[in-house]
């Protein structure tokens, strides 16, 4: 796979320009009072990208909400957060895109931080694009590696130190890296399980409490409801997956009989999706979900670049794929020749003979 590397932006930001603090900024997404997974996991790279920075760079936690309490301010801080910018607004009680894009925006432009990420969940992939637009800036969606390094700026014959996005781009054929030397902040959204949380230890963050004239929300929410069908396939911490190999949706019956037995769920790839055998909610890659599980146990998946890149934070791999040659094997722990429609229900019959 060739590599890329991208400049992005030749006009200078008009609403943040350069010279602005060395902050690194993690928005820290919450739904109903608890922090989404992956603002831990961004604060743990968070770290990293701190030290990789140096020269005074401090690292911040953004929440948003109404009714924000000191034990998600305190989580935020043993996360690895130096300051905690906390807006407490009833407008805030319910993610509201126009609300959202108005408290972000106005801190940025208050505070100017250098590089501002957030997680590519449904809420980071609404709203953060036009955070990025309205700062006048640019934003890599979906970076599978975060890196600051010092980069020499194109005409400029400057050294900054410039976050380095790097992402799969043209179908998954090359690896880009893109650098926005010119505009501040530099942006980023990065899945859910592509980077692990670290633990926690004592953190002495400061909380900065901010009160913004925010926009009114433009909707109100009536009601919630959640579709009792849904399984976060990212939480699982056994996964049985299946793909093109398995060659119809009855097979599917088989491998959830297989992932009850191990005590995990169902997931595919992208090519049973689209064949209709399994719902879009359960599918693994660049364009379904990001997975770290203890166990990934995949049949009949050859291991496109965009499917293995949704693999790479599982702990262990188990791959079944009747062609020697797939690309699955090269990640695997443990790669096995053979039929997967014989060998699932080989396993399952085992599996049961050993609980019986």
Same mark, same amino acid.
């Given at each position: 796979?060739?590599?890329?590397?991208?400049?992005?932006?030749?006009?200078?930001?008009?609403?943040?320009?350069?010279?602005?603090?060395?902050?690194?900024?993690? *928005?820290?997404?919450?739904?109903?009072?608890?922090?989404?997974?992956?603002? *831990?996991?961004?604060?743990?790279?968070?770290?990293?990208?701190?030290?990789?920075?140096?020269?005074?760079? $401090?690292?911040?936690?953004?929440?948003?909400?109404? @009714?924000?309490?000191?034990?998600?301010?305190?989580?935020?801080?043993?996360?690895?957060?130096?300051?905690?910018?906390?807006?407490?607004?009833? +407008?805030?009680?319910?993610?509201?895109?126009?609300?959202?894009?108005?408290?972000?925006?106005?801190?940025?432009?208050?505070?100017?931080?250098?590089?501002?990420?957030?997680?590519?969940?449904?809420?980071?992939?609404?709203?953060?694009?036009?955070?990025?637009?309205?700062? $006048?800036?640019?934003? !890599?969606?979906?970076?599978?590696?975060?890196? #600051?390094?010092?980069?020499?700026?194109?005409? &400029?014959?400057?050294?900054?130190?410039?976050?380095?996005?790097?992402?799969?781009? *043209? @179908?998954?054929?090359?690896?880009? !890296? #893109?650098?926005?030397?010119?505009?501040?902040?530099?942006?980023? !959204?990065?899945?859910?399980?592509?980077? +692990?949380?670290?633990?926690?230890?004592?953190? $002495?963050?400061?909380?900065?409490?901010?009160?913004?004239?925010?926009?009114?929300?433009?909707?109100?929410?009536?009601?919630?409801?959640?579709?009792?069908?849904?399984?976060?396939?990212?939480?699982?911490?056994?996964?049985?997956?299946?793909?093109?190999?398995?060659?119809?949706?009855?097979?599917?019956?088989?491998?959830?009989?297989?992932?009850?037995?191990?005590?995990?769920?169902?997931?595919?790839?992208?090519?049973?999706?689209?064949?209709?055998?399994?719902?879009?909610?359960?599918?693994?890659?660049?364009? @379904?979900?990001?997975?770290?599980?203890?166990?990934?146990?995949? *049949?009949?998946?050859?291991?496109? #670049?965009?499917?293995?890149?949704?693999?790479?934070?599982?702990?262990?791999?188990?791959?079944?794929?009747?062609?020697?040659? &797939?690309?699955?094997?090269?990640? &695997?722990?443990?790669?096995?020749?053979?039929?997967?429609?014989?060998?699932?229900?080989?396993?399952?019959?085992?599996?049961?003979?050993? @609980?019986?």
């Amino acid at each position: 796979m060739a590599d890329a590397s991208i400049q992005a932006g030749d006009a200078k930001c008009v609403g943040c320009g350069l010279g602005g603090s060395k902050d690194l900024w993690v *928005f820290a997404e919450q739904n109903g009072g608890k922090i989404a997974e992956v603002a *831990f996991e961004l604060l743990g790279k968070g770290l990293e990208l701190k030290s990789q920075r140096g020269g005074g760079c $401090r690292l911040c936690a953004v929440l948003l909400g109404s @009714g924000i309490t000191s034990d998600m301010t305190a989580a935020l801080s043993c996360a690895g957060a130096d300051v905690v910018y906390a807006v407490d607004d009833p +407008k805030l009680a319910e993610y509201e895109a126009a609300v959202y894009v108005d408290a972000v925006s106005k801190l940025i432009l208050k505070h100017r931080p250098e590089v501002v990420l957030a997680g590519a969940t449904a809420v980071g992939r609404a709203f953060f694009a036009r955070v990025a637009a309205r700062v $006048r800036t640019g934003l !890599t969606a979906d970076c599978t590696a975060l890196s #600051i390094e010092e980069a020499k700026v194109k005409g &400029a014959g400057a050294m900054q130190m410039l976050l380095h996005q790097t992402r799969p781009a *043209f @179908g998954g054929n090359i690896m880009a !890296t #893109i650098l926005t030397p010119n505009h501040r902040p530099q942006m980023a !959204t990065v899945r859910p399980k592509v980077f +692990k949380r670290k633990p926690a230890a004592p953190g $002495r963050a400061v909380v900065v409490k901010e009160v913004l004239d925010l926009v009114a929300p433009r909707m109100r929410l009536v009601k919630a409801g959640g579709n009792p069908d849904a399984v976060d396939i990212a939480a699982a911490e056994v996964l049985v997956s299946g793909g093109r190999g398995l060659k119809s949706a009855a097979a599917f019956g088989q491998l959830k009989e297989l992932a009850d037995l191990l005590g995990g769920e169902v997931s595919a790839s992208r090519a049973a999706v689209d064949a209709g055998w399994v719902p879009q909610s359960r599918q693994v890659g660049q364009t @379904g979900k990001s997975v770290a599980p203890k166990l990934y146990l995949c *049949f009949g998946i050859s291991g496109a #670049i965009q499917h293995l890149e949704g693999i790479r934070g599982a702990d262990r791999i188990i791959a079944v794929n009747n062609d020697p040659e &797939a690309p699955i094997f090269g990640m &695997a722990d443990v790669g096995i020749v053979g039929d997967a429609l014989e060998i699932i229900p080989a396993l399952v019959s085992e599996l049961k003979k050993g @609980g019986s």
